[in-house]
């Protein structure tokens, strides 16, 4: 007994000598991002990274760039792909196809950290999908949800330019905001909501253009289109959007299964709901036509965009702040206007260069920094001890 307590009091004194001293055991590394910009530095410490450095901002340029390419080149090739004349291909068949390549990258990412084991891959797939059914069918909402988005912003991509889209599909930004304050008991600061508000005001103003056609922002089409049947997709899809995202959030905070293995699940259920939508909607076409019908390396290009880019995305941008984040989007919204005159022929007008103002302001206000709260009386420090 006299040699534990003696060990208890050395280990004890050690410990007081490193409060002292003012050093503290490093916190383990993670595979995740933090939560807040205020995390951010500490985080990259964590990962061997010194704020400031080279290598930091080799990272933080290569995420912006990750983010600007993933947000501006998607939504280009996918509308390029929407507004050629000549044999359409089915957007449902592109759907089904990226959930299935998400589903066989994100196995593959398995093995590679197994390190080839494929027994230990299987393993923990029948551990933690087959033995633990209740959990894994948590997952079949949000797949079904961005199932039918990724339905729908086909849809809106073929009703609206390019650059009217990418702005307005900034609305997820209004809709994921609103469902992290009623689903996670979130706060947000005064700034943001007036950031939001904002938001939508911009949005409204590039969607209501003048009755002159000769005077709105629009491009020269091939195809036939409906722009309110493209706004009404664009509307559901981030309602959707910010759903299944704060949905999603949840499930993963609630489990300590892997962010891999959950996308596995999001595949197998998206592959199976997307089959089914493929059925209802094109079956007879696909039978007549074939499933790739109308499939260009352009296609090929749409469904690698959003199978890899988003993955691609979900590793680099541990190293971008909210700020960072904030310009990527508004960069690649610059992009894809610019991008959209030369390819579209897309016309600008007042109209919509002051709405797309708007959004990019309120985008930036949003990704601010909160202000810390101020200690309450209580919890002030008095004479270095703090009242409890």
């Not at 490093?26 to 939560?35: R, S």
Request: charged letters at 15%.
């Amino acid at each position: 007994m006299a040699r534990r307590r003696a060990v208890k009091k050395s280990a004890k004194s050690e410990e007081e000598k490193g409060l002292t001293e003012g050093k503290t055991s490093p916190p383990p590394p993670t595979d995740e991002a933090p939560a807040d910009d205020d995390a951010h530095a500490a985080y990259l410490r964590c990962q061997g990274i010194e704020v400031g450095s080279s290598t930091h901002l080799n990272l933080k340029y290569f995420s912006l760039l990750c983010l600007v390419l993933q947000n501006a080149v998607l939504i280009l090739t996918m509308r390029y792909t929407r507004n050629l004349p000549g044999n359409m291909y089915f957007s449902t068949v592109a759907v089904v196809v990226t959930e299935f390549v998400k589903l066989i990258t994100c196995l593959f990412i398995l093995l590679f950290q197994s390190r080839g084991n494929v027994v230990e891959v299987g393993r923990v797939l029948w551990g933690n999908i087959v033995l633990q059914p209740w959990d894994t069918l948590k997952v079949s909402v949000p797949a079904f949800i961005y199932t039918i988005q990724n339905n729908l912003l086909f849809v809106a991509v073929s009703n609206l330019s390019a650059a009217t889209f990418q702005v307005t599909y900034q609305l997820k930004i209004l809709t994921t905001a609103l469902f992290t304050v009623v689903m996670l008991r979130r706060s947000l600061a005064s700034f943001q909501w007036v950031a939001l508000l904002l938001l939508f005001v911009g949005v409204a103003i590039v969607q209501i253009q003048p009755t002159d056609p000769t005077k709105r922002a629009a491009e020269v089409t091939h195809t036939e289109q409906n722009p309110m049947h493209g706004l009404i997709a664009v509307i559901i899809a981030c309602s959707f959007s910010g759903f299944a995202g704060v949905y999603f959030e949840k499930i993963l905070k609630g489990s300590k299964t892997s962010i891999w293995l959950r996308n596995i699940q999001l595949g197998m259920f998206g592959s199976v709901i997307g089959l089914i939508t493929m059925a209802l909607k094109d079956g007879q076409d696909i039978a007549a036509k074939g499933m790739f019908f109308g499939f260009t390396p352009f296609v090929v290009g749409v469904i690698c965009l959003q199978a890899f880019g988003g993955l691609l995305v979900a590793i680099v941008v541990k190293y971008a702040d909210n700020i960072l984040k904030g310009f990527a989007t508004s960069f690649s919204i610059i992009i894809s206007t610019i991008a959209a005159v030369y390819i579209f022929h897309f016309k600008i007008n007042i109209q919509f260069c002051v709405g797309a103002g708007l959004v990019i302001l309120a985008i930036f206000i949003y990704g601010r920094p909160k202000p810390k709260e101020k200690p309450t009386i209580a919890e002030q420090p008095l004479n270095g001890v703090t009242s409890k």
